[in-house]
């Protein structure tokens, strides 16, 4: 059984940072497709982005592209989301994913059989 544990969530300012942890345990993390996805009070939970197995191949969602970077180390077991310039609109509940093993690269919420207690992210205008 995975388990997925988020981390580095918090309040900032508009146009600063955070970076968001997600550390595995169980299953087997390099064989998996790994992504980020929120969810904002009275919305359904949207996909951030996606990164593939080895870390070669990733995917991000529109409104975050060019501001938020996804990354892995297999050998911690850990995935990342970079988030720069952020915006209020970016409030939300930051999950962590995991999809079944040898996946594609997939964005909808259904593809992905695991997932993290999820980690506020606040950001004041």
């Known amino acids: 059984q995975v388990q997925l544990v988020e981390s580095g969530g918090g309040l900032v300012q508009a146009g600063g940072s955070l970076r968001l942890s997600c550390a595995a345990s169980?299953?087997?993390?390099?064989?998996?497709?790994m992504a980020w996805f929120r969810q904002a009070p009275g919305k359904e939970r949207e996909f951030v982005a996606a990164i593939s197995w080895s870390g070669g191949k990733t995917s991000y969602v529109d409104f975050v592209k060019g501001r938020f970077t996804i990354s892995r180390d297999n050998a911690k077991n850990s995935v990342y989301l970079e988030m720069n310039s952020l915006k209020p609109e970016d409030t939300a509940v930051y999950y962590c994913a995991g999809a079944a093993p040898y996946s594609r690269l997939v964005v909808t919420t259904s593809e992905y059989a695991y997932w993290g207690q999820g980690t506020q992210v606040t950001v004041s205008s």
């Open positions: 169980g299953g087997t993390f390099s064989t998996r497709v």
